[in-house]
């Protein structure tokens, strides 16, 4: 090839290379052009579909909202319901199930709540409950309402219990003075798998955290049925008048307080006023499973600007049992400010005690006639056998008061006996030649006031006659006239 037509081509070549290169460019802009049309038209097209599915929601909400409106204008007025506090402070709409006794038309002074569950080694509530009514007076009696919540987990175990108050302490559920009840175990909140605070076992917090709710159910049933409560567990014995005592306690004081304590030990002997009991109820059940009930107690307090806990002392009541109801735990706690008599009584006019039962160690037939904290304690109780106060000179009887059984020992009392008035004294015998039967006991107690004044004149003896036989021993531990 001649080098002319080698220039001509070699120019050729470049000439050709730069159009190609410039089609190419051209090409690579027109279809990312086309492609760059394309996203913007796919952008709008997706901009106005969401656009479009905001405004079907927001009218569909519209419609929806405007029916509702024409459903509550077509409601009945009475289904309205406006939120009030005074629900708030209410009683608690728990079921209850009344196992025995109804509530008395009209408010007690005191109710008296205790929580029970039946324990494996050892049971209390039936000399508890002895307690209460033994060591009360008539008079203070009608001013008091027991109730008694059983929170057995198996109704068998209730119907058993049930059974054995009905046959004790039918008087006083005729009375009107007694209550038993419980509620199912489905109205309450969770019980398994609760916190582990202050670590606990699984079983301990479950036990602690049903305590709380059915001390809270308690409480929430009391509220209306009298103008003070008072918490006992199923394990006490009682100071004798112990209710007089409570209101000897309140007059003259404050009614801001929120608890008053009548023992240092747990959950016994604290007072409320009723109309804080819904609102205890509610506490209670908010921190079931927080912590121990007696704790949630003193938060309570707390919480309603008491800082410090009211103590009235000597304690009026007495822990008795030794093994707890969870696993059946032996415990021997002792409130060592207790007293058995609450208020003051006078002691007999000067008199001698004679008795022909088997005393023991040295608790004599003359505790009783001296007075103070000592009593008589004979065994071998049996038909015929007796207890005699003879006077030194003839009294005038218009009220008696005689008590058997301690709190140590409650089931030491005198099951089946009755009171007699003596005249015409036998020194030689220690006796009176003429008697006239007074009345029987009745749950190891006697009271008779007024002492009709032909009957009470001119006593010259008291005679306890024991009227059958019994296993157990007997306490007598005062005579008051």
């Known amino acids: 090839m001649k080098l002319g037509n080698i220039t001509k081509y070699t120019c050729f070549r470049r000439l050709s290379n730069v159009v190609t290169f410039f089609a190419v460019c051209i090409t690579v802009l027109y279809i990312d052009r086309m492609y760059t049309d394309d996203r913007k038209d796919c952008q709008k097209v997706f901009q106005v579909e969401e656009t479009l599915k905001k405004e079907i929601q927001v009218s569909s909400v519209q419609d929806e909202f405007a029916q509702a409106k024409l459903n509550l204008k077509e ?18 709409p728990i079921p209850y199930e009344y196992l025995l006794g109804t509530p008395p038309t009209k408010k007690r002074y005191l109710s008296i709540g205790i929580s029970s569950v039946k324990r494996k080694m050892q049971d209390y509530l ?10 009360s007076s008539a008079a203070e009696r009608e001013e008091m309402l027991l109730v008694i919540y059983l929170a057995n987990t198996d109704p068998a175990v209730n119907k ?14 005729d009375a009107g003075s007694l209550i038993v009840i419980c509620s199912s175990m489905e109205a309450y909140p969770p019980l398994s798998g609760l916190k582990r605070n202050f670590q606990d076992s ?4 479950r036990y602690r955290s049903k305590q709380n709710v059915d001390f809270a159910f308690l ?55 009723a109309e804080d009991l819904p609102k205890l109820a509610r506490f209670l059940l908010m921190f079931y499973d927080e912590m121990p009930g007696d704790w949630l107690l003193e938060h309570f307090h707390q919480s309603k600007a008491q800082p410090e806990i009211i103590r009235i ?28 008599l609450a208020i003051n009584s006078e002691s007999l006019p000067p008199a001698s005690c004679f008795t022909n039962l088997e005393v023991h160690e040295q608790y004599d ?49 005198l099951y089946s006996g009755y009171v007699q008035f003596g005249r015409m004294r036998d020194e030689v015998l220690n006796s009176c030649k003429m008697f006239n039967n007074v009345g029987p006991f009745q749950n190891g107690r006697f009271e008779l006031s007024p002492v009709d004044g032909s009957l009470g004149a001119r006593v010259d003896c008291i005679r306890i006659q024991v009227t059958a036989p019994q296993k157990e021993w007997l306490i007598i531990k005062y005579v008051r006239i």
């Open 75 to 92: 409601l009945p007025k009475q289904q309205l319901h406006p939120f009030s506090v005074k629900e708030m402070t209410d009683a608690l």
């Open 126 to 135: 039936m000399g508890t409950i002895h307690s209460i009514f033994g060591l």
């Open 160 to 173: 058993q219990a049930v059974n054995e108050i009905a046959g004790l302490y039918r008087s006083h559920v």
């Open 202 to 205: 699984e079983d301990r917090v």
């Open 219 to 273: 409480v929430n049933f009391c509220a209306p049925l009298s103008e003070y409560y008072l918490m006992l567990e199923d394990d006490v014995v009682c100071a004798e008048n112990f209710l007089t005592a409570i209101k000897n306690s309140l007059v003259n004081r404050d009614s801001s307080w929120t608890t008053i304590t009548y023992s240092k030990l747990g959950y016994i002997g604290k007072l409320y006023h």
């Open 313 to 340: 002392k000597p304690s009026l009541f007495q822990h008795i049992g030794t093994f707890s109801s969870f696993e059946s735990i032996e415990k021997k706690s002792k409130d060592d400010e207790f007293s058995e």
């Open 365 to 413: 037939p003359v505790n009783v006639c001296q007075g103070g904290s000592l009593y008589f304690w004979g065994k071998s109780v049996e038909a015929g056998k007796s207890f005699t106060i003879l006077f030194k000179a003839s009294v005038d009887i218009k009220k008696i008061t005689i008590a058997t059984g301690a709190s140590e020992y409650p089931g030491d009392i």
